[in-house]
């Protein structure tokens, strides 16, 4: 068999090519051929059809993205933003910190272990690559009906993956979610989150510079996992009638990963790396190709020095395979000897590959003949750009007038009982610890606060106390009813679950998840979250500083609801200030902060009551949610308040419950006068919170509230075994934790 070489290409124009079985459309084929000038090699179009695949390029996303670079709140907190393989953002002291969420949703659903696993692994190395140490991760997750058999075959394995990883990395686990809904049946989401620490000198970001500086692959040796797993996993959507795609789910080693993380600090610590890439999807084409892009020349890579642990790959399948724990680094002339010291010292394999060149060409020979000649810049960044044609689906209007206010209420305190502990069984309002007892919160010492906080904290700085905190959250019902609204409550949530523990929100990075981008509903859903989460992040002061988006989350005409999950990362300047959840003492008064509005639109209470989603979300008032910022980070900083804990899923009596269970201590509440206690109890309205405040601080307080404008009513107090709301029920603790922790144990124990 000829060797498909640049000669031969160009020599042999009509050839026959698999540009269709690689997931290229005609066009862009032909915009290949177009760019080169010729047919492209085997190789060529290995590397293409990968790196503008819609999970590498974009496609069609990002000109809706392009907002987040347009509507740049002032903030100078942000160092590295969008484009590289996380943001930083300085946190004082000299210290930045990385952090990013990224999904691995299509191969969960086909190999739920291996999928959730290198999951986590993918976004670690996109934390080790900006030069940072990793310090935590968090996982935001979405499934089926919680009593679907397919679910007990999909969370069982994502949990194992997921602790399994991140637990033998000795990374604790502080935060994320798990939400079910059958929308998701045939597309679970799985997104990663993960955050590291570094000082600012440290940072490093993905180019090669330097003429004569040599490329280095090291880490895992390649093999035939993963290959295409980028193009075909998370470019289509599900289709019973097609193939197995088992075959494309990487296979992750997290103690490979852990020598791999240990190596590359050392290296840094000793300045031998010019640039680094870590390699996730599309492997090798895209290390090779952003690298060259992002740098001042170009490269030649030598294919067959790469350490293979099967030697029958051919060259296209080398560049395609998605093999874990790898990465690349350039390295100058007479510092390689040291680097490929350390990697031996680490048990890590590294080998040199190739080197940077004064041209503006990525060469990669196989066999001595050249296979690959190509500007790096048309492989990795100018790739095809899609308007994709949006409409507003002309079911939508029918859904917001399905009005959930006139639903049926409890007709007495009775039945308002009832329905409180249907709730807070429910799969998705009872207690997850069945799945986080299964990741390790506590590894390495420093985390400050986890799972079943309103965010993870984490201290960064044992001398002074530094610490950062990290929520992620999304709601799909809201997204559902309305996608521009429900973006933005996506973002105050999590914005205020920082606040909530004495945080001061920073930033953003998001995790974008929506059906087929071919469908003009979707793409009008996925444009409106994106017009609704920049505005958002103007108004907030907080920057977006990168992400991911997952598309075609579809079977077959079923998209999932769009679910943007957005991340804020938030600084504390000491950490033994923070807020907890829990209620601890006795006698403290309970004070509701905000305005509670009748806002039951896909509100939890209609979902488990009466199974419906329909009507508007709670609307939106970010000027609001940073009036409540404030007053709970100063309450925090100054001792005004012990416990604090937003209102958001479920309403204020899930957040009592919580808050009491946390804490092992009752609350009696009082309902204010003019409010139903039905409305009191469930309502969703947004820039919420209920805090514990101690009796000596009351009037402080409430002084400081008053002075703020931010309604602030006091409703009950810290007291007994139970949660009594005066006038309507009465439920022993005993009885709210049996119905809040059982659930889920007897689905999936």
Known sequence: MTLDTVKHAAETPDTDQPWAELGLKQDEYERVREILGRRPTGAELAMYSVMWSEHCSYKSSKVHLRQFGQKVPENDAMLVGIGENAGVVDVGQGFAVTFKVESHNHPSYVEPYQGAATGVGGIVRDIIAMGARPVAVVDPLRFGAADHPDTKRVLPGVVAGIGGYGNCLGLPNIGGEVVFDACYQGNPLVNAGAIGVMRHEDIHLAKASGAGNKVILYGARTGGDGIGGASILASETFDDAKPSKRPAVQVGDPFQEKLLIECTLEAFAEKLVVGIQDLGAAGLSCATSELASNGSGGMRVELDDVPLRDSTLSPEEILMS?????????????????????????????????????????????????????????????????????????????????????????????????????????????????????????????????????????????????????????????????????????????????????????????????????????????????????????????????????????????????????????????????????????????????????ELGGSAWSQVVHDHLGGLPPKVDLGREKLLAEILISASRDGMIDAAHDLSDGGLVQALVESCLKGGKGARIVVPDGLDPFVLLFSESAGRAVVAVPRSEELRFSDMCGARGLPATRIGVVDGDVLDVQGQFTIPLSDLREAHEAAIPALFG
Not at 491 to 502: D, P
Not at 560 to 585: K, N, Q, S
């Open 322 to 598: 998605e093999s874990q724990e790898r990465m690349c680094a350039v390295v100058e002339p007479d510092k390689v000897e040291r680097f490929l010291a350390i990697c031996e010292k680490w048990d890590v394999t590294a080998t040199v590959i190739g080197e940077v060149t004064d041209g503006d060409r990525l060469e990669i020979y196989w066999h001595g003949e050249k296979i690959v000649d190509v500007d790096p810049k048309t492989v990795a960044h100018e790739g095809p750009v899609y308007e994709r044609p949006y409409a507003r689906p002309a079911w939508q209007d029918a859904l917001q007038a399905d009005d959930a206010n006139k639903l049926a209420r409890p007709a007495n305190g009775a039945e308002l009982r009832e329905q409180v502990l249907k709730l807070v069984a429910s799969p998705n309002q009872a207690s997850k610890s069945w799945i986080t007892s299964q990741y390790d919160h506590f590894v390495q010492g420093n985390t400050v606060l986890a799972q079943s906080e309103d965010a993870g904290m984490i201290r960064i700085d044992a001398a002074s106390g530094l610490g950062v905190a990290i929520a992620t959250d999304g709601n799909g019902r809201y997204a559902k009813l309305d996608p521009y609204h429900g973006a933005q409550l996506a973002l105050a949530e999590s914005y205020r679950n920082v606040a909530a523990t004495g945080a001061k929100p920073l930033a953003v990075s998001d995790c974008l998840n929506f059906g087929s981008p071919e469908d003009p509903a979707v793409m009008w859903q996925f444009a409106e979250a994106v017009r609704g989460l920049a505005d958002g992040c103007l108004e907030l002061g907080t920057p977006v500083t990168g992400g991911n988006v997952s598309l075609y989350n579809q079977t077959g005409e079923a998209a999932i609801h769009p679910t943007p999950v957005v991340a804020v990362l938030g600084v504390i300047d000491d950490v033994r200030r923070r807020t907890p959840v829990a209620f601890a003492d006795e006698g403290h008064l309970i004070y509701l902060l905000g305005d509670t509005k009748e």
